[in-house]
């Protein structure tokens, strides 16, 4: 059994959330795109947990982690994560931690190379994390990063690191006038923080493999939504790599397997961290109470989000992409508090209303086209069943499913585990 957890929209949906709850029926779960750019947020009855690089199924004794070929990974941040959820009481060992040999190694000059290029790109600026996620993902396709898998031959690495250097030194030194890259440094950074996950770094391909043929049930669960993908998103405003359902199993290195399921979790309003085209946005006042009630704050960044109403338009696209069987409709307890809630239904592009997500270039001059709906104004974070929900709730449950021709299985009513309705 194979499923993948994604994001409909702009990230930040609440999937560290779903994945937490939803692998109690899973072994394995597997993260295949992206690095320590974003950041889950998962509540459970062991505590609260800022997840960057682990997959959400951490927090779970029973279950085996995977970090596949197609994640940046940041070693030195890895590890302090790592060591921080130790703390806290994981367990992170072999035996649940598996990373893949094949997975690029994000550097503490991609680091510097992120900062360096928002800085110049000034008041254009796209809004990256500065977490060296572009750089590494460029180096990758340039065939000119470190691999995980080189970090078990470390009498290999100067040779290599020299030429690194000398290409960086090219950019870092020559372009940006920044201070020189060194091989030695290169070497030592590697040493010092490849050394102690050597134990963790094996073909994850061939685990997978041996464990689905074994009949084990295995998750995948992606950072960021559609919108946010390199490919189907509001590029440049995106992220470096494809957030999609269907990459899952390649960029998990199992591009032989194919997909069970496909569960999108939306939002049941909008939010959006950084620059680009955000159609259904608030402002003032409005923003602000959306804000604060759902608590929109980046977890990796801090950074204030964007907010608006529910997109039916973007989610629509977003479902599409993701090829979505069933939806988790995450946050409709932020919702209770409006006496009315609008919805964004369709976007006014040069006269015309269009229902349709268009090429992101045009969405600068689309404008939201907004309607109401009664809302239920009363707390709905103790309701377990569907008879629990007001009426009113019901009603934008059911609205949203026909807007966006989707199948909503699960609503998500507080960020506790147990703070859900099952709706089929
Ligand atoms: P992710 O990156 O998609 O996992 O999302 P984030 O962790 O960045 O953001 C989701 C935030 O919403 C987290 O702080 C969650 O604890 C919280 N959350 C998730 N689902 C719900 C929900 O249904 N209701 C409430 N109130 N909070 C939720």
Known sequence: MLTSICGINWGDEGKGRMVDLLSRDYDIVCRYQGGNNAGHTVINERGKFVLNLLPSGILRENVVNVLGLGMVIDIRHLTEEANRLRAQGIKIT???????DRATITMPYHVLLDCLEEDRLAGKKF??????IAPAYADRYMKKAFRMGELLDPDRMYEKAKDIAE???????????????????IVEYLKTYGEPLKDYICDVGQYLNEAH????KIMF???LGALRDVDFGILPYTSSSSTIAAYAPIGAGVPNLRLDKSIGIMKAYSSCVGEGPFTAEYFGEKAVKLRELGGEYGAATGRPRRVGPFDAVASRYGIRCQAAD????????????????????????????????PYPDALDRCKPVFEKVKGWNCDISSCRKPSDLPKEALGYIALLEELCACNIVYVSVGAERDAFVKMK
């Open 94 to 100: 072999p035996e649940n931690l598996k990373i893949s």
């Open 167 to 185: 290409w960086k030194n090219l950019t870092v030194a020559g372009g940006y006038r920044h201070a020189a890259v060194t091989a030695e440094e």
């Open 326 to 357: 069933e939806i988790a409709l995450t946050k409709l307890d932020i919702l209770s508090g409006y006496e009315e809630i609008e919805i964004c239904t369709a976007y006014e592009l040069d006269g015309k209303v269009i229902r349709e997500f």
């Open 221 to 223: 669960e992606a950072q």
């Open 127 to 132: 809004g990256s994390t500065r977490r060296g």
């Open 213 to 216: 043929a074994a009949g084990k």
